[in-house]
């Protein structure tokens, strides 16, 4: 297999882990103010507070790889969308502190709450914005750009489309390591960001294919579609699957199945995934630099291969360990963590 290509699929393996498991504990942040009731928020805290720092390692190795094994894309990534991403590690930041002091806290809870939710929130919608941005592609001339050149109407929907995509990951996780009202919330809640979610992922594909001649001659020209039709209607049998699932326990039909909405809504990231790494391959920035082309000399992809052989591998073991350490409901009954 060419090096180029295994980084390529290495980072797009970081990346959706990243999407996927810090999604819903930034989705977590973003219900924050929907659960406000006696011991709601605490619990909220517990249900993330084992996992959220060890899922954003996962960031941290995707920004690795792409550093190391395609160090063109991350220079000009970062120097085209500094602003965003600067808002984005300012909101990671304030969040992270959150969890630290809110527990010790009593008059100044109110502000860490603040923190946790504001910085979950903005740390999403800049993921959002830095996505509709790439997708969008950027000007082979830099030098002309406007400082706000990422803020346009077509990168403010995936920023909202994010969140809410974020939000649903979150309310399905809670559906499924809660009991009573707040697990009932949680379902109530999943049921309208599943509605707002498949509508955002649809206006997204609609105004992408619209405007976007390559990916819309790479979904339909000669028989693509046909060929790529599994993505979209899986994508509705996972919707469809959420939604039975949130609406049996809401008549109190089916109790058993607590987990599947949470795999079928990771199952629907994977496929808008899916549909969106189709419409740009190869490129890292569309329409201006391919992964071939933004890869280290071979001798560079070499040296870092036993690092990568050996720590992913590693990361996936630990992050499997933890999460069936804490599998099972949470717990309201201890003090702080």
Known sequence: MDLA???FLVLGFAIFMYVLLDGFDLGIGILYPWFNQGGERDHLMRS????WDGNETWLVFGGVILFAAFPAAYGD???IFYLPIMLMLFALIFRGVAFEYRFKSNTSRPYWDLAFSSGSAIAAFCQGLLLG???QGVPSDT???????????FSILTGFSVMAGYALLAACYLFMKSRGRIQQHAAHLGKRLLIITVLAMLAVSLWTVINEVE???RWFSDYNFLLLSPLPLLSLAAAFFVWKDLSAHKAHQDNSRESRPFWCASALFLLGFAGLVVGLFPYLIPRQLTFM????PDSSLLFLLPGVCIFVPLICAYTIWGYRVFAGKVED?????
């Open 77 to 79: 990534i970062l120097s």
């Open 293 to 296: 082309d933004a890869a280290s």
């Open 215 to 217: 990916i819309r001659e």
């Open 143 to 153: 030098s002309s750009l406007s400082s706000l050149h990422w803020l346009t109407p």
């Open 333 to 337: 009954y201890q003090e702080g963590y």
């Open 133 to 135: 941005s790439l997708v």
């Open 5 to 7: 290509f295994f980084y």
């Open 48 to 51: 993330i507070s084992h996992v």
